[in-house]
C-alpha cells in the first residue's frame, strides 16, 4: 500500500526566503507525482506535475524535483511572498491510476 | 474552458440524515473521482469512475456512502445514514485519462451534528 509523508508539517518564513518541502513515498512504481496548492475553503490547484522519467519541471518560482528511486521529491519555492501561504499537498499516481496523498505543509509566509 | 462544478458547496444535517453531492465535470473528461478530505489530512480517494463504469472503490463505505455517473457526465455521491465521522470536505475531479493531471471543483463542505 502507497503511504505519502509529507515533511513539515507546518512552516513560517518571513517573506523572500527560499524554502524547501519534502515529500516521500513508499512505492516507487508510479506513473507521476503531483504538487498541488490549496487554500482556505478551496479546492486544489495542480501547481507541477512529474512524470515518473522526468528528474524535475519548473513553473515561475516553483521548482519540484524527482529522485523515484529514492522515493522523494522536493518543491522548491524562490523568494517567497505573502501570497505563497496556503497548504501544499504532494500526490503520487500509482499503476492502478489512484493518486495517494500527503497530509500536506501548511505554509506561512509573513510579510 | 469551464472547470469541475459541484454544488452545495455548504451543508449541516443532524446524524442519520441523508444528504447528496452532485458534480459536473470537464467536457470530454472520461476519468470522474471522488474524494474525502478530513481536516488536518489529505483527500482519500472514495470512488473513481471511468465514463459510466466503477474502477475503484474500494474504499468506499457501501453500508452508507453510494454514488452512480449518470450517462457518462454528471455523478452524484449519496450518504444514507449520515454519521458524525462523515464531517468532511468532499471533492470532485476528473481528468481526460485515468493517467492524466486531475482538475479538482471546490468541495462540499458537510457537517454532521
Known amino acids: 500500500k502507497q503511504e505519502v509523508t509529507q515533511i513539515p508539517a507546518a512552516l513560517s518564513v518571513p517573506e523572500g526566503e527560499n524554502l524547501v518541502l519534502n515529500c516521500s513515498f513508499t512505492?516507487?512504481?508510479?506513473?507521476?507525482l503531483q504538487w498541488f496548492r490549496q487554500d482556505p475553503g478551496k479546492g486544489l490547484t495542480s501547481l507541477l506535475l512529474?512524470?515518473?522519467?522526468?528528474r524535475e519541471q519548473t513553473s515561475g518560482r516553483l521548482n519540484a524535483s524527482l529522485d523515484k528511486s529514492s522515493g522523494r521529491s522536493t518543491l522548491y519555492i524562490a523568494a517567497s511572498q505573502p501570497g505563497d501561504s496556503a497548504t501544499y499537498l504532494c500526490?503520487?499516481?500509482?499503476?492502478?491510476?489512484?493518486?495517494?496523498f500527503g497530509k500536506g505543509t501548511l505554509l506561512t509566509v509573513n510579510p | 474552458e469551464a472547470g469541475v462544478a459541484q454544488s452545495p458547496r455548504y451543508k449541516i444535517i443532524e446524524k442519520r440524515q441523508s444528504v447528496a453531492f452532485w458534480c459536473n465535470p470537464i467536457?470530454?473528461?472520461?476519468?470522474l473521482y471522488w474524494y474525502q478530505q478530513i481536516l488536518g489530512q489529505g483527500p482519500k480517494l472514495l470512488i473513481q469512475?471511468?465514463?459510466?463504469?466503477?474502477?475503484?472503490d474500494s474504499q468506499l463505505p457501501k453500508d452508507r456512502f453510494s454514488a452512480e455517473r449518470l450517462k457518462g457526465v454528471d455523478s452524484t455521491l449519496k450518504i444514507q445514514p449520515a454519521k458524525l465521522e462523515d464531517s468532511a470536505v468532499y471533492l470532485c475531479?476528473?481528468?481526460?485519462?485515468?493517467?492524466?493531471?486531475?482538475?479538482f471543483g471546490p468541495g462540499t463542505r458537510l457537517l454532521v451534528l
Open positions: 467536457s470530454g473528461h472520461a476519468t
Open positions: 475531479a476528473s481528468s481526460r485519462v485515468g493517467w492524466e493531471t486531475q482538475y
Open positions: 512529474i512524470q515518473s522519467s522526468q
Open positions: 469512475f471511468q465514463n459510466n463504469g466503477v474502477v475503484d
Open positions: 500526490a503520487v499516481l500509482g499503476s492502478n491510476y489512484k493518486l495517494t
Open positions: 512505492d516507487s512504481a508510479i506513473y507521476n
